[in-house]
């Protein structure tokens, strides 16, 4: 069955550039849509971008000017960046699939990685 | 951005209750509304998707209801595994949103 595995540096320092990886294992990235959610310690979750197979992307609004969202298809990867990070950006990242069934409108999540933590700390 | 209100925040109940958890949207979301379940120390598990499909896998106890801006997630009858928050999520349109989460507690 389709596995997901974020990797990450797992320390940042504030200003600089996180860089984020998914490696989709037991399935291909062609053919579906893929998002990355994140979250803080003690909080709730954050969905931060989607991207299809043919390239579309969505963005959250309150973080669109300091990320992007890209996939590697050769190595079956997805892959996030996020510019100038501050302390508020310290939370666990998850990748996911994103389901949406022919003819319809709907779409959901069906497939989550174990997450990577990102702390931001000098 | 479309809001999402889950309530209440926390909740205790025992062990073969019957636990209801709502989720109200700021606008009409259809049905494009999702469940899922975040035990402790792990990523969250898609429980029911569209309002109220049953995904692969999950308990008959976990059941979804509701259309248009009101939502409610319930368990038939609570099993200790169930101790979990949960989480309301809309895909009407392009971005998506949350709801704050649910903390379930078992007495």
């Known amino acids: 069955q389709v596995q997901l595995q974020e990797s990450g540096p797992g320390l940042v320092k504030p200003s600089e550039t996180l860089s984020l990886s998914c490696t989709v294992s037991?399935?291909?990235?062609?053919?579906?849509?893929w998002t990355w959610i994140r979250q803080p310690p003690g909080k709730g979750l954050e969905w931060i971008a989607n991207?299809?197979?043919?390239?579309?992307?969505d963005y959250n609004s309150s973080l669109k000017s300091r990320v992007t969202i890209s996939l590697d298809t050769p190595k079956n990867q997805v892959s996030l960046r996020l510019n100038s990070v501050t302390a508020a950006d310290t939370a666990v990242y998850y990748c996911?699939?994103?389901?949406?069934?022919?003819?319809?409108?709907?779409?959901?999540?069906?497939?989550w990685g174990k997450g990577t933590s990102v702390t931001v700390s000098s | 951005d479309i809001q999402m209100t889950q309530s209440p925040a926390s909740l205790s109940a025992s062990v073969g209750d019957r636990v209801s958890i709502t989720c109200r949207a700021s606008?009409?979301?259809?049905?494009?509304l999702n469940w899922y379940q975040q035990k402790p120390g792990e990523a969250p598990k898609l429980l029911i998707y569209?309002?109220?499909n049953l995904q692969s896998g999950v308990p008959s106890r976990f059941s979804g209801s509701g259309s248009g801006t009101d939502f409610t997630l319930t368990i038939s009858s609570l099993q200790r595994e169930d101790l979990a928050t949960y989480y309301c999520q809309q895909s009407y349109g392009s971005s998506i949103t949350f709801g704050q989460g649910t903390r379930l507690d078992i007495k």
């Open positions: 991207i299809g197979y043919t390239g579309t992307t």
């Open positions: 037991g399935g291909s990235i062609i053919g579906y849509y």
């Open positions: 569209a309002a109220s």
């Open positions: 606008q009409t979301i259809i049905t494009y």
């Open positions: 996911a699939r994103i389901q949406s069934p022919p003819g319809q409108h709907y779409h959901y999540m069906d497939v």
